[in-house]
């Protein structure tokens, strides 16, 4: 008895039942993308270095706006070059994911942010208390 079916018409199967066609253009990274990804990471952690160390702006606010711009760029750069992560990798189901992790993300922070903003806002003693303690 012969273990073997014939699947004509839905493409080819190796022995593990893998289709062996292609699912259309992947992103596989040359020696030329890792360069290129590995010289924008580069340029995206000099530049900030620089802007600290030469003291650029006189703020510290605004360095560290600026600091955080060039991290989201740089975040994407990795993502892109690296990773190999766009809109129609594995069909659109990293996107998806990405998008999901960032919402928890923020959610998160902005939420241990709150709690800690207002623990301390209502824990603290004022000046005021402070006077009237024994």
Do not use: C, R
């Not at 890792?34 to 606010?61: H, Q, R, S």
């Not at 189901?93 to 942010?113: E, H, K, P, Q, Y």
């Amino acid at each position: 008895m012969s273990a073997h079916i014939d699947n004509a018409g839905h493409g080819a199967h190796d022995a593990h039942g893998h289709d062996d066609h292609d699912d259309g253009p992947v992103s596989h990274s040359t020696f030329k993308g890792y360069m290129t990804g590995f010289v924008l990471a580069v340029i995206l952690t000099a530049i900030p270095f620089w802007l600290v160390m030469a003291k650029v702006f006189d703020k510290p606010n605004t360095t560290a706006l600026v600091i955080l711009a060039f991290a989201v760029v740089q975040i994407v750069v990795h993502m892109v070059y690296f990773l190999h992560m766009d809109a129609k990798s594995e069909g659109g189901w990293n996107l998806l994911a990405l998008i999901f992790t960032i919402v928890v993300v923020v959610i998160t922070l902005a939420g241990s942010l709150w709690v800690m903003y207002h623990m301390n806002t209502n824990m603290m003693p004022s000046m005021h208390d402070m006077k009237n303690m024994p």
